[in-house]
């Protein structure tokens, strides 16, 4: 049976985040990659505003698009501080793309920017698990494990020396013991 070729450029596949969207083929830079769609919501209707999930995709004030919808495999898009692509929003045809913003070499996951208020909502409070992130917390780990082991470094050099400045100091009181002062108390002989 001859395999069929996809059209698609993309499949969802685990990520460190969960699950996540990867790219299958070469995607250049511009390409449009997948729309982000589901049900158009109106935040001047109460019930729609009081809708709470985390894949709603604001438009502007008053639209919002719900992706929960599982057809949505642009929901699948994570977030990172350095991102491969980003949303292309069309508040007038309540459309939203997402499209490259560098050459997607295929097998890289495809993530774009979520913005400072899902951010803060979101992912401050769990920290931020996008790959740069990951690597700046990591440089950061090794460069206060450096600090700890020069701090204990630096306390041993100077316990040692007092170490052998105290030794010094013992001995020559052994030796002053050891002489005519051993057993005197208030200059009078033992």
């Known amino acids: 049976m001859p395999t069929i070729a996809s059209n698609k450029h993309y499949r969802v596949g685990r990520s460190k985040t969960g699950l996540g969207l990867f790219a299958t083929k070469p995607i250049k830079k511009g390409t449009r990659i997948i729309r982000y769609y589901g049900p158009i919501l109106d935040s001047r209707i109460p019930e729609h505003d009081d809708i709470e999930n985390k894949y709603l995709f604001e438009l502007n004030g008053r639209w919002t698009i719900d992706g929960s919808v599982r057809k949505n495999l642009a929901r699948y898009i994570n977030h990172s501080c350095r991102p491969n692509a980003e949303s292309d929003v069309r508040p007038r045809e309540r459309k939203v793309f997402i499209r490259a913003i560098k050459n997607i070499e295929p097998g890289d996951e495809i993530n774009y ?9 979101y992912l401050k409070p769990i920290g931020c698990k996008c790959p740069s992130c990951e690597n700046k917390r990591k440089k950061l780990r090794a460069e206060a494990r450096a600090d700890r082991a020069k701090v204990k470094a630096r306390a041993e050099r100077k316990a040692k020396k007092a170490g052998t400045t105290s ?24």
């Open 113 to 121: 920017d979520y913005g400072t208020d899902y951010f803060k909502a």
């Open 167 to 190: 030794s010094k100091n013992k001995a020559a009181k052994k030796k002053k013991l050891n002489g005519h002062a051993v057993g005197k108390k208030n200059g009078a002989r033992a």
